[in-house]
């Protein structure tokens, strides 16, 4: 037997289980991304608005005590808490978390792609699928940290405060703000994974992904007023938000769009992210 | 030293131009600019090809108004300013990214002479980009305008000047915001960040104060633009008027800022150093 | 400062809190000079400072009298050829070369012609117009050395250039730096890989975690080296069993057994011939598991040479 065989022992140790394997991705992630100083500080900014909401939450249910001390006694709380209340906050909620995607999204893939870094993952027992979860996983702890888990911590505060039958009365609240939250962090998390592996340079991504908000939102626009049409409201991402999140907080307000429409441009988005990553991560390299 | 260096930087800046233009202009990577830069075009011959096909009279005056707001409030502040953060950005840092920039700063070319040349390599890849997507899309204008009325507009209506005016003001903004972005590009590690700052601070500018309104590029491009744009939606009323800065002082204040920030620039290249292990 | 010479005084760089190289005192006469070390030791930081894509946190560096922070000056007559493996998109070999005269201020015919007897001296003209992102490790190589080498510099510094390169190619490429040495060039290397060093340099400059711990001729060093025997560390079932019958071999000048009880240490002055003498001595009982050189690294040169491994300076 040749020596160099003897001398080689395989890797014989217990293995993670496969479902948690993707795991390993964000745990390394977040040590790196805690490090940056701006980073840490962004993300305990984005506890702030919900305090400020956890005080009028507090405010609106103390409002008896408030009034009889400013002999208002049997006026209504200026504030209702209520659907709109917690749309209000999603709408607090929901740029930061953009902010935070615009940050940290555009790194997650684009750094493995431009180093090619790619197979080191694939060689392994580690699928593609693995790996799109794993970079997502990044994303989608840190995004619900800052918008649902509060959110309905929240809700929870105002369940216990106004007690009775409020929580059973508004417990479609919740499904809002979870479902509500949700849909957001998938989406931004999807485009910035997408435009992370199709750009390859994460400042190119980040600005890639600011324009697709705000640029599409602008092009929009200007479809409306030149071709004197209304779906160009269809590519403005923060409208098609805005619709849906009405429609699962129950809000009647009429936009130009309809929540199917608003609905499909999502999943076409989903889809068409899902896509590129699909094309994009392969363990085989093409050289042009 | 030579004695006459400034045929040695002419000959320098010119090889530079050869090697980056060719790099914006036909990069499959740079199609994204050219689709910011048309887009408005390919939406305006739509409407003129429409329009033709329907038999419908154009309405010069409306159409002009459109334009106008589509220029100032989508060409300027989200296509020229992302065009130009896209190919600026990418001068230097694009290319540290690359771990390509040594081969540049192992020439026996000053760092200086390397700035404007990139610099200026920027402003052309992105005035010629951006002024014929302007031109294209004036051209849709007047395509579908009876031929007498467009070329009394043009010649005596005052046409011809509103024409130069937009694609003079579209070249200034590619001046402009590319000496922003390039300076950004030396100061932050993730220029996205500014920027995004800068894209917000330019989007509030209506609703500033008149003083605020001038430190930024959009107030004297808008100051630029031949026909005035009316501000629409849920928070025009918040919108501060202000007196527009007149050519002759919008035009060399724009050179100006963005002289100085390309002398900024200047003195950080000169101590850039090639490390792409941290980028 | 010399003009004829490349000079480093008191050069430290600090990468924040990383130190790069320290306090290094540096005279460079023409010729072939190898930069000698370990991963991390400092040649490139070293070479990085002298062509000015970095600039020391402490000291002065001259390259013929001109200072590194004056590129329009230094790299009249300064080529250099990185280890970075990347190039410009989309360009072919020729472009690359061609373009990167034109910065000299060159006019068009002029380039074209360096750019072709550039090319021509690496071997490189049938894939002149390739685009270099179809080329092999190799080529990339050569491309880059032609690069460097196309302005015709006076001084050649070169960080890691026989990387990749085929043997046929390296003997050619060797002979190559050998005529620019001659022709009164100063020619820099820098590798990891001692006896590389050794067939090419005139001069060598030993550097460890960024310090310099050797310089001189070649001859002096290899002769220190030669003073140690090598040390071959044999794995085995019975190491005790083995360190017997290797007592009898007249090459063998040392043995003793492994601390962890399961291999032997040995060392020898002529390594070549215990190999031979070994696969006799190896006789049923004796379960051989490896053998394998401990100390032809340039650590070990290190310890030698200096009496520290290199690593802890």
Redesign the interface.
């Given at each position: 037997m040749a020596v160099y065989k003897r001398s080689y022992r395989g890797y014989a140790g217990p293995l993670t289980e496969e479902w948690s394997r993707f795991a390993i991705i964000p745990r390394y992630a977040y040590r790196g991304l805690f490090q940056s100083k701006i980073m840490t500080a962004f993300f305990v900014l984005c506890f702030v608005a919900p305090l400020v909401f956890l005080f009028l939450i507090y405010f609106a249910n103390s409002w008896g005590r408030i009034a009889a001390i400013i002999n208002e006694r049997g006026s209504a709380s200026p504030i209702g808490i209520n659907g709109e209340f917690f749309i209000a906050y999603l709408g607090f909620q929901c740029p930061l978390a953009f902010i935070l995607t615009a940050f940290i999204g555009p790194g997650l893939i684009s750094g493995d792609l431009a180093n090619r870094a790619l197979t080191l993952y694939l060689a392994r027992p580690f699928s593609r699928t693995e790996y799109v979860i794993g970079k997502m996983s990044v994303l989608l702890v840190l995004l619900s940290l800052i918008t649902w888990v509060p959110g309905l911590i929240l809700f929870s505060v105002q369940a216990a405060l106004a007690g009775g039958g409020w929580l059973s009365q508004n417990l479609w609240i919740a499904w809002g703000i979870f479902a509500g939250s949700w849909i957001w962090i998938l989406v931004i998390s999807l485009l910035a994974l997408a435009l992370s592996a199709w750009v390859k340079w994460r400042i190119a991504a980040g600005a890639l992904l600011l324009a697709i908000f705000f640029v599409a939102a602008g092009f929009g626009e200007a479809i409306n007023a030149v071709l004197d049409v209304r779906w160009g409201k269809l590519i403005n991402l923060g409208y098609v938000f805005t619709i849906i999140w009405h429609s699962l907080f129950r809000l009647r307000d009429s936009f130009e769009i309809s929540p199917a429409s608003a609905w499909v441009m999502l999943a076409l988005i989903c889809g068409a992210c899902l896509a590129l990553l699909s094309r994009k991560l392969r363990a085989i390299e093409v050289v042009r | 030293m030579n004695p006459r260096p400034w045929n040695l930087w002419r000959a320098q800046v010119e090889a530079i131009l050869r090697l980056e233009i060719r790099k914006t202009l036909l990069a499959r990577r740079g199609l994204w600019i050219y689709l910011l830069a048309f887009a408005p075009a390919v939406l305006l011959w739509i409407h003129a090809g429409l329009n033709l096909r329907h038999g419908r009279v154009c309405d010069l005056g409306k159409d002009s108004l459109i334009f106008a707001a589509m220029f100032q409030f989508f060409y300027l502040r989200l296509a020229i300013f992302f065009g130009c953060v896209g190919v600026f950005m990418n001068l230097f840092r694009g290319e540290m990214l690359e771990k390509s920039l040594h081969y540049y700063l192992l020439a026996p070319v000053r760092r200086e002479v390397l700035l404007v040349g990139k610099y200026l390599s920027g402003v052309i890849a992105t005035s010629a980009i951006f002024c014929s997507g302007t031109a294209l899309a004036l051209a849709a204008l007047f395509v579908h305008v009876p031929r007498a009325a467009a070329e009394h507009y043009l010649f005596a209506g005052g046409g011809l000047g509103h024409v130069l005016g937009y694609l003079g003001t579209a070249a200034l903004a590619c001046v402009g915001y590319g000496g922003v972005f390039l300076v950004m590009s030396f100061l932050f590690r993730n220029p996205i960040i500014p920027a995004a700052l800068v894209l917000v601070w330019e989007s509030m500018n209506p609703f500033l104060p008149s003083l605020l309104k001038k430190i930024s590029v959009i107030f004297y491009l808008q100051s630029l633009c031949p026909v005035p744009a009316p501000i629409h939606g849920d928070w025009s009323f918040l919108a501060v008027v202000t007196e527009p800065a007149p050519a002759y002082l919008a035009v060399p204040g724009l050179l100006l800022v963005t002289f100085a920030g390309l002398l900024l620039a200047a003195r950080k290249v000169r101590r850039l150093e090639i490390n792409y292990g941290t980028e | 400062m010399s003009e004829r010479e490349i000079v480093f005084e008191n050069v430290s760089k600090f990468?924040g809190e990383v130190l790069g190289v320290n306090r290094v005192n540096l005279t460079i006469p023409p010729g072939i000079t190898g930069l000698v070390g370990p991963n991390g030791s400092g040649k490139t930081t070293l070479m990085?400072l002298m062509?000015?894509?970095?600039?020391p946190s402490r000291g002065r560096i001259s390259v013929l009298g001109v200072a590194p922070?004056q590129?329009?000056?230094?790299?009249?007559f300064l080529?250099?050829c990185?280890q970075?493996d990347?190039?410009?998109?989309?360009m072919t070999g020729y472009q690359f070369v061609y373009?990167?005269l034109?910065?000299?201020?060159k006019p068009d015919k002029e380039s074209a012609e360096m750019a072709w007897h550039a090319l021509e001296r690496v071997k490189l003209t049938d894939a002149a117009h390739r685009k270099i992102?179809?080329y092999s490790k190799g080529m990339r190589q050569r491309i880059k050395l032609a690069?460097a080498l196309s302005p015709c510099p006076l001084v050649l510094v070169l960080d890691e250039p026989l990387n990749g390169l085929d043997p046929l190619v390296r003997a050619e490429t060797i002979a190559l730096f050998r005529a620019l040495a001659e022709e009164g060039q100063h020619v820099i290397i820098s590798s990891h890989i001692l006896h590389e060093v050794d067939a090419i340099s005139d001069q060598v400059i030993l550097l460890s975690s960024g310090y310099v711990v050797a310089e001189g001729q070649i001859h002096g060093v290899r002769t220190e080296v030669e003073d140690h025997p090598m040390q071959i560390l044999i794995?085995c079932s019975k190491p005790a069993h083995l360190a017997s019958r290797i007592f009898d071999l007249d090459t063998v000048v040392e043995a003793r057994v492994h601390n962890d009880g399961k291999g032997l240490l040995v060392r020898t002055r002529e390594p070549e011939r215990f190999y031979l003498m070994l696969n006799r001595l190896v006789v049923d009982g004796i379960d051989?598991?490896?053998?394998a050189p401990a100390d032809d690294d340039v650590h070990s040169v290190y310890e030698y040479l200096i009496g520290t491994d290199g690593g802890s300076i």
């Open positions: - | - | 990468y990085n062509t000015g894509l970095l600039r922070d590129p329009e000056l230094l790299f009249r080529g250099y990185t970075f990347s190039f410009p998109r989309g373009s990167y034109r910065l000299h201020g992102a179809a690069q794995r051989l598991e490896s053998v």
